[in-house]
């Protein structure tokens, strides 16, 4: 098993592919990446998969692709697309904007407009 702690800051977040001890690939954990993760051949000769999501590795491109297929029906469109925290309603101080911003700040920085 890979230790993932030891990856940048910057790569924190989405799905890190581990084709072997030098070669990996990271891809964010959006809906429309998920879809062709699901539906390519990208992941077929990966080892490994590590989702900091919910902090699972997984071993089998079955069981990837299961956790796949299974986030897809959820429909996560409240979700944070970088670390899967929630996204919370929140106002601009100065402009009094509204805008949505994941609820695991200040570990998480993404947001959206309202």
Known sequence: MTNYTTFPHWRKTGI?????????????????????LLESSYCVD???????????????LESFK????????????????????KMVSKKNKTTRELFYGCSNYPECKHTSMA
């Open 66 to 85: 299961e956790y796949l297929s299974k986030k897809q029906k959820t429909g996560d469109s409240e979700l944070c697309p970088f670390c899967g925290g």
């Open 46 to 60: 990966a080892v490994e998969f590590y989702v900091w999501e919910n902090n699972t590795t997984y071993t089998t």
């Open 16 to 36: 890190v592919i581990k084709y072997s001890d030098r070669q990996y690939s990271w891809s964010p954990n959006t809906k429309s990446q998920r879809k062709y």
